[in-house]
């Protein structure tokens, strides 16, 4: 079972970029998904959260009102809009399903004029 991340660049700060994450080997649609991300020196932090029926979402005060996550469970994708970015959002940025303690290997974001 894995999970893949993509979807991650270098942009200018107010820019947008949309993260994917793909399921493989597990019933994606079943399961509560987390995009968490890690800044150097920093400790790895949870960005936003999604029910597995997608009705239920959360986000880091950091984020909210400028990143939005969704799901496509017929296609088994998990999304990351993440728009306004700043310079402080770079960072690695991980998927996390929690019910199998599973991470992907991330995906550079990097805000910079």
């Known amino acids: 079972v894995q999970v893949v991340e993509s979807g991650g660049g270098l942009v200018q700060p107010g820019g947008s970029l949309r993260l994917s994450c793909v399921a493989s080997g597990f019933t994606f649609s079943s399961n509560s998904v987390s995009w968490y991300r890690q800044a150097p020196g920093k400790e790895r932090e949870l960005v936003a959260g999604?029910?597995?029926?997608?009705?239920?979402?959360n986000y880091a005060d950091s984020v909210k009102g400028r990143f939005t996550i969704s799901r496509d469970n017929a296609k088994n994708f998990v999304y990351l809009q993440m728009n306004m970015l700043k310079p402080e959002d770079t960072a690695v940025y991980y998927c996390?399903?929690?019910?199998?303690?599973?991470w992907g290997q991330g995906t550079q974001v990097t805000v910079s004029s």
């Open positions: 996390y399903v929690p019910t199998f303690d599973l």
């Open positions: 999604i029910s597995w029926t997608g009705g239920s979402r």
